[in-house]
């Protein structure tokens, strides 16, 4: 059934973790019909167990619904983003296909960094904001401050939120007649040349990728052949449709609306997030404005932890960067780890989700070096170098200038936590910006970080000086002179090369003391003493001991014991196993994380 | 198979009260249990095919000698044929020191017991309230002096590193026990075991266990000690005056097949460690239901089986005989470990004189540090 674009409402739900965006999202498919109450698990977009039970992958990050207003039917297309800062460039792609977008805020929790960060987000794409305020019913809710918050941090008009309860359904068929109201209908002429905006995609084993678009103009029909901007390729349109919430086929999708798209196409590469479609040749349209690469700022080593598996690690990489080329990995050698990867994410959350799904699904044994930001390098030659591991920075003679990523970054805290943040960011080299009050109860700050610091510890240090009440968000500023400096540790005499790092000169004895202190409590005590020290160049700036084992030997290996025995022997054998050798001394794998960890020593 | 088996072990799980570092299989206060625990063992000895014509017999516990003169004599007519010690036969009990009487060792006589390990654990009142013994030094002295009178081979524990003891009471100790004239004598260093009272204590801070360069100190002085005074450490926790060696302990370290009854007791039939339910309640319920007590089963490879043979061959003092070795296991001490050995040898840990492997002293002292190279 073909609707009008009049008909049709494109929005998402923007708002911080936790805030009940899932559980709202539910109860607008159960509202409008679109899953029955029964079928109705809960968490429908969240939920991948059903797409595992049919063994393919649906990201249902689109859902159409259908909703009756005012005696006409509206199409309703919610359009999914990821709620984290890692992910701002796939939000700001998703919320470019929609219209506008409904804001969510905890009448418990109030306004936090990423509402603030979501709603400018949405702002900047002049979408129409229909703010929400959830858990009402809530005995702690506490409404009319949340109000306040809203409307000092964002401009809105207390009279404009609508109050609801996702869990129970108060205020849902309000906020529904809202988005229809408030919300204007795309824009979009069926008649002209096809401008679609790809603003997620998915690897399906059956049927190659799955592309989800938004159509800007025009219309695309099943067997049509269309272009990809960017790559410059054209494909047939096998199938199309939309997430009803499970894959439906139709005929065509025309301006206006939502939908997916299958092409035959093998790897994910060839679909890039923001990329546009249209139609071959010379009639085609200009692509939508805003397309950026994805741009990766943490990166870290990954090594399997038995030299052998590096075949079968390079195959998960590749079967994990099938459905994010977002991640992106490169082959490297240590001579602490041997082979592995320097892989690149987008940030932290990032860096995670990879790991797990590499331990869920790869079942290898990792060793995961600490992560770092990437650096830029000036040389007294004139080249400019990306550093992506600290072993690639060169001798200190030929920098000429040494570049390290500033973040903007805004921290939502409780007035009673404005000291110690304060304090906490200059600690960390922040440039303080502004103070704003959000409401009696909460405030808002902006520093200038190194992102360094930020992927550090500041994200557990915040949370940890405000009791868990402070949020932060980070938005990227550039890369700025520093004055930086490798750190390198030696254990046994040896450099490590892995456990090096890059830190500012004014911090590498304290960061120095911190990491060789932390080693100490990580690597087991041997059968011989064990030095530990951090250096800069060859001027050693901290050092401790690790004293040799004394007494290691069982008393009592009678008749009943020496199974007992035999099972904690080899549980050592299989610890050893896990561990990497440096000269003879053993290494557990968490030991290459502890130059992150000494965060709680630092204060 | 049982017509190659020349050794048993009889577990007497029963004690008058437990010890705070004791993780043995073992009830307290429990004498209402003898006569269950009595039937039942008889129980599992008729589940022998054939009766067993015994080198070694050990009685260990808990405290076999808790059951009193007439329970000792109670549990040997248990073993009916089932267990027959030859003439030659070195047959053991371990005994609290409270539990020697004339009577006791009149009964030992009567069962052919012919070896005491007595559980002195140390002559000082200090030393042996901490480790939570019920028995003095001077019940020690009185029943040292009967048993050089009785005939019977006399073997003495000994705990060392207890909580606050210091070297020189580890040497009055030692100093003593030759005095008193054991034939042989184990010595242990204290084991925190988990679930342990003394386990408890020490994560609430109440017991401090012995820092671990006093505790090699301490070791090392007993050690030389008994050398001096002529016992030879045979092995890491065992001394004997020449000839003296514990026959059935030395059956396990060269990893012969015995048999083993009681809760908690574990046999090995050349390849298999199994070891019975250590539930004395279980066990005891079990057997008299005719019902099965094996619990654990530790089944090896053959390789493995050498494996294990090798480190129980390196913890005793003369070490492993290559050719010995392959006659026994059927392996080659090089394939298995050559690198590992070369290692140790670098390191001091080990002395190798083409044919035979032993460890040094440091290496005994750090050995568990050595075997995850070789299991």
Not at chain 1, 217 to 241: A, M, N, P, S, W
Request: net charge negative; glycine share 8%.
């Amino acid at each position: 059934m073909p609707f009008d674009c009049k008909h049709i409402r494109n929005f998402s739900i923007v708002a911080h973790i936790d805030h009940g965006k899932s559980t709202l999202a539910d109860r607008l498919l159960e509202n409008t019909g679109t899953v029955e109450k029964r079928q109705l698990k809960t968490q429908m977009l969240d939920d991948m167990e059903l797409e595992r039970q049919r063994g393919i992958t649906i990201k249902a990050r689109a859902v159409r619904m259908e909703y009756r207003h005012n005696g006409e039917l509206y199409e309703l297309n919610l359009i999914d983003t990821p709620g984290h800062v890692d992910f701002h460039y796939e939000v700001s792609r998703s919320l470019a296909c929609c219209e506008g977008a409904v804001l969510l805020v905890d009448a418990f929790q109030g306004v936090e960094a990423q509402t603030v960060a979501n709603a400018y987000a949405a702002i900047n794409e002049d979408l129409e904001i229909v703010p929400v305020i959830n858990k009402v019913d809530l005995v702690h809710a506490r409404v009319d401050e949340v109000l306040l918050e809203m409307e000092q941090s964002l401009a809105i008009e207390p009279e404009e939120v609508i109050r609801a309860s996702a869990k129970t359904g108060i205020g849902i068929d309000d906020l529904l007649a809202a988005i229809i109201d408030r919300i204007p209908p795309p824009q979009g002429d069926p008649e002209k040349a096809l401008q679609a905006l790809i603003f997620d995609s998915h690897y399906d084993s059956y049927r190659g990728v799955i592309t989800y678009v938004r159509i800007i103009d025009g219309t695309v029909t099943k067997g049509q052949k269309i272009r990809f901007l960017k790559t410059g390729v054209t494909h047939e349109v096998l199938d199309l449709g939309q997430f009803v919430p499970q894959r439906r086929s139709c005929d065509q999708l025309a301006a206006g609306q939502v939908g997916y798209l299958v092409c035959n196409i093998k790897d994910v590469e060839h679909v890039h997030i923001g990329d546009t479609l249209s139609v071959p040749g010379k009639d085609g349209a200009a692509a939508v404005a805003g397309y950026k690469p994805p741009q990766r700022m943490v990166y870290c080593g990954l090594y399997p932890s038995e030299g052998e598996n590096f075949e079968e690690l390079r195959e998960s990489l590749e079967r994990l960067a099938i459905n994010d080329p977002s991640f992106e990995f490169q082959p490297e050698s240590s001579e602490a780890l041997g082979f592995g990867f320097r892989c690149g994410f987008l940030g932290l959350l990032h860096m995670e989700i990879i790991q797990q799904r590499l331990e869920q699904e790869a079942d290898l044994d990792l060793v995961q070096t600490a992560p770092n930001v990437t650096y830029q390098l000036l040389l007294k030659n004139g080249e400019t170098l990306e550093i992506r591991n600290p072993q690639d920075v060169p001798d200190t003679g030929q920098i000429e200038e040494f570049r390290q990523p500033i973040v903007r970054c805004n921290f939502l805290v409780p007035v009673e936590f404005i000291g110690p943040v304060m304090q906490l960011c200059s600690d960390r080299r922040g440039v303080f910006l502004k103070t704003e009050y959000l409401s009696p109860t909460r405030a808002m700050l902006s520093f200038d970080l190194p992102l360094g610091e930020v992927i550090y510890d500041l994200h557990d240090k915040i949370k940890s000086v405000t009791r868990g009440y402070g949020t932060l968000d980070y938005e990227l500023q550039g890369y700025f002179p520093a004055d930086l400096a490798r750190l390198d540790i030696l254990v046994g005499g040896k450099k490590v090369d892995a456990l090096s790092i890059i830190c500012d000169r004014r911090d590498a004895d304290r960061r120095g003391r911190a990491i060789v202190k932390k080693l100490r409590g990580e690597i087991d005590r041997h059968m011989f003493e064990v030095a530990l020290q951090a250096a800069i160049g060859t001027k050693i700036i901290a050092r401790e001991t690790i004293s040799a084992l004394r007494k290691n030997v069982t008393a009592k290996c009678y008749g009943g014991d020496i199974s007992r025995k035999k099972k904690l022997w080899a549980k050592q054998k299989e610890g050893k196993k896990r561990m990497k050798s440096i000269g003879s001394v053993d290494i557990p794998q968490k030991a290459f994380m502890a130059v992150l960890e000494t965060g709680a020593e630092r204060q | 198979m049982n017509s190659r088996i020349r050794h048993a072990y009889v577990h007497v799980p029963f004690c008058r009260h437990r010890c705070g570092y004791c993780d043995f299989t073992l009830v307290a206060g429990r004498d209402d249990l003898f006569e269950n625990y009595f039937t039942a063992l008889g129980v599992e000895l008729k589940r022998l095919n054939q009766p067993i014509k015994l080198d070694t017999l050990y009685l260990g516990g808990g405290t076999p000698t808790h059951l009193g003169p007439d329970g000792v004599k109670r549990l040997f007519s248990e073993f009916h044929d089932a267990l027959q010690p030859l003439p030659t036969a070195e047959v053991t009990i371990e005994a609290n020191p409270l539990d020697v009487s004339e009577s006791m060792i009149e009964a030992f006589h009567e069962c052919g017991i012919n070896r005491v390990s007595l559980g002195v654990q140390s002559l000082n009142s200090v030393t042996l309230k901490k480790l939570d013994r019920d028995h003095r030094e001077s019940d020690v002295r009185q029943v040292m002096n009967l048993l050089g009178k009785s005939g019977l081979t006399v073997s003495v524990d000994l705990i060392i590193a207890a909580p606050g003891q210091t070297l020189d009471l580890v040497a009055r100790d030692v100093e003593e026990i030759i005095s008193l004239c054991a034939h042989h004598v184990s010595v242990y260093c204290l084991t925190w075991e988990v679930g342990t009272a003394f386990w408890g204590k020490r994560a609430r801070g109440t017991l401090t266990p012995v820092v671990e360069d006093l505790e090699r100190e301490m070791f090392e002085l007993v050690i030389d000690q008994l050398s001096d005074a002529g016992y030879k450490q045979y092995e890491v926790s065992n001394f004997a005056q020449p000839a003296m060696t514990c026959r059935h302990n030395e059956a396990y370290w060269d990893c012969r097949a015995w048999e083993a009854f009681g809760p908690g007791a574990a046999r090995f039939d050349g390849r298999n460690r199994t070891t019975n339910l250590r539930s004395v309640s279980v066990w005891i319920k079990k057997l008299l239901n005719n019902q099965s007590v094996t619990g654990d089963v530790d089944t090896m490879t053959a390789e493995g089986a050498a494996r294990e043979r090798l480190v129980l061959g390196l913890r005793r003092r003369c070490g492993v005989d290559r050719p010995a070795f392959f006659q026994a296991s059927g392996f080659e001490v090089d394939d298995l470990a050559e690198k590992s050995i070369q290692e140790w040898v670098a390191a001091g840990f080990a002395e190798d004189d083409g044919r035979c492997i032993r460890l040094t002293r440091s290496g005994m002292l750090l050995s568990d540090s050595l075997w995850s190279a070789v299991l």
